[in-house]
């Protein structure tokens, strides 16, 4: 009524708000707000608690319009398999005997049933699925820390004032409206495992105490479990960043007490995936993905048809992405010119870590260079920049250890522009917080499917998991246990996968299967006795669901 009777749209409503709002935040800025602000700033304890709940409660306000995400992409799947593997106290699944039915991407099916990836991500999502009953919340505690943690970090590097800045800057960015809330990749559990490393690094060289060289360890292991490849360049960095100490002994004696500890725990980080790539593979050093592409080739994932788009609406942006990523995977060619092309294109995704007002303070960063510290850190980013070229395949979450450093640019730039201009720093702030407003309030209080398409590729709901949705309502109105074969058409796109199960395949309510013609099938149907038969053609529009005689 308020929208037809005052001719404002949904748009024009939220930015008068968003006005108001800004005002207010512009009159308190010298009052009472401030003193409390900085107040709550010194306060390590009330500052992190607040940052860790805020993004949570936020995201959850959002609901009513945009509910528990719905897992897509074969890689949540995989994840979500070793969570259901872990929740059983178990590192591997026993293989089926008509495992050719269960065959599908980045799952193992001989000699375990298991997912390939490393068991951080899975570790994250089964603490959240055993404590609250649903996997999403191991994401939703991820994105807590990310953004508690990146407070914590930046008080090693910045005041306490812009260290809470910066906690606020990583919900505005890393919190409800961003994919690593929205997905089960595992970008925010990796990016907090760096606010560890890079939080404790300048507390060590200040005062070298055992807390923090386990605060290393720890951000490392978890870093390690998650993403074993990319901890090499994350382990070089942390090095790097002592190499002042090098040369003066008077430092590094009191290092070499404590760093023993952050040793101590790496090293039982690295004994647990030894004993989980024994317990998948059969081996203590053949790791679950490398065995994949043993078994399947340089996995048949990388093998991709003419124009394989999604089935669902692509942004122009979003379509070019998509067909540039894939214009990446195939034959391994490392030629200098395909690692400089690949390089060229993969800057752009990097503008998912800045706000567009934070460019600015980015390029204020520069001015600080001469410092070591501050050199390393731009450094370190480079490092994990070029590390993660060297895999044809990229996604966010690779560099998202530096996730933390790109906040620390962000800070010390507006912190630059502060003490030359304090009214233009406030003004990015406030910028910063618009931008985030404006958004928030669309996707809270409308339907915001006609304005998705302006919306960036980084922000909430970018997945179309509406079939799954929608055939998982139907199959929820069968009665009893269901085997589900999943029939595709001559034209399918594979990464557009149906077939995943949980851990105990045989204990599943739903059971899907692929289907391999009328006579193979009825082995299943067999096995299956007491399990109602049904075929799904995903490939359809919509989805067609029917029974089997």
């Keep these: 009524m308020l929208v037809s009777d005052s001719g404002l749209g949904p748009s024009g409503l939220v930015e008068l708000a968003l006005a108001a709002l800004l005002v207010a935040l512009a009159l308190v800025w010298r009052g009472p707000a401030l003193g409390l602000a900085q107040r709550l700033a010194r306060s390590m304890a009330w500052s992190m608690i607040l940052l860790a709940v805020l993004p949570v409660v936020l995201r959850l306000c959002l609901l009513p319009h945009h509910p528990i995400p719905t897992p897509n992409i074969y890689d949540e799947f995989s994840h979500l398999l070793e969570a259901d593997t872990l929740r059983h106290f178990r590192l591997a699944n026993t293989p089926h005997p008509l495992h050719r039915f269960f065959e599908t991407f980045f799952v193992l099916q001989q000699p375990t049933y298991s997912s390939i990836y490393p068991p951080g991500q899975g570790l994250s999502l089964a603490i959240g699925w055993t404590l609250f009953g649903h996997p999403w919340a191991g994401v939703a505690m991820a994105c807590a820390a990310l953004c508690a943690l990146t407070y914590w970090m930046l008080r090693g590097w910045v005041s306490a004032g812009w260290a809470l800045a910066g906690g606020l800057l990583a919900v505005i960015e890393f919190g409800p409206l961003n994919r690593w809330m929205n997905e089960y990749w595992g970008g925010a559990l990796v990016a907090a495992a760096g606010c560890l490393v890079f939080g404790a690094l300048p507390r060590l060289a200040a005062n070298a105490r055992r807390r923090d060289a386990i605060l290393l360890g720890v951000g490392l292991s978890i870093h390690l479990l998650a993403r074993p490849y990319e901890s090499i360049y994350l382990f070089v960095a942390a090095l790097a960043f002592f190499l002042p100490a090098w040369r ?35 081996s203590w ?49 490392d030629t200098l010119a395909t690692f400089l092309t690949r390089l060229e294109f ?46 044809p395949a990229f996604q966010l979450h690779y560099v998202a250890a530096g996730t933390c450093l790109f906040l620390l640019i962000a800070v010390v730039g507006l912190e630059r522009i502060h003490g030359w201009l304090p009214e233009a720093a406030r003004l990015l702030i406030f910028l910063c917080v618009a931008q985030f407003l404006f958004w928030y309030g669309l996707h809270a209080f409308f339907d915001t499917a006609p304005v998705l398409r302006y919306e960036t590729w980084d922000a909430i709901n970018p997945g179309n998991p509406e079939r799954r949705i929608l055939v998982n309502e139907e199959l929820a109105k069968i009665p009893g246990k269901l085997v589900v074969f999943v029939r595709y058409s001559p034209h399918h796109i594979f990464q557009d996968e149906w077939v995943y199960n949980r851990a105990d395949i045989d204990g599943s309510r739903v059971v899907w299967a692929r289907d391999l013609g009328d006579e193979e099938d ?28």
């Excluded at 706000?355 to 370190?380: E, I, S, V």
Aim: contains cysteine.
């Design 248 to 282: 003066k002994p008077a430092e590094l004696r009191p290092l070499a007490k404590v760093l023993p500890m952050t040793g101590l725990v790496a090293v039982a980080a690295i004994a647990f995936l030894l004993v989980q790539n024994k317990q998948v593979t059969g």
């Design 346 to 391: 993969r800057v752009r995704y990097y503008r998912f870590y800045f706000l567009p007002p934070l460019y600015l303070a980015l390029a204020a960063f520069l001015t600080t260079l001469r410092r070591y510290r501050f050199a390393w850190a731009a450094g370190t980013l480079a490092l994990l920049a070029l590390g993660a070229n060297f895999f």
């Design 285 to 333: 050093t053949t790791m679950p993905e490398m065995l994949c592409q043993y078994q399947y080739g340089v996995p048949s994932a990388f093998t991709f048809q003419p124009n394989p788009l999604p089935h669902y609406p692509l942004t122009p942006e979003q379509a070019m992405d998509y067909r540039m990523q894939l214009s990446f995977h195939g034959p391994r060619t």
């Design 522 to 549: 009825r082995q299943l149907r067999a096995y299956y006795p007491d399990r109602t038969a049904l075929l799904l053609e995903p490939d359809r529009q919509p989805p067609e669901l029917t029974p089997l005689p």
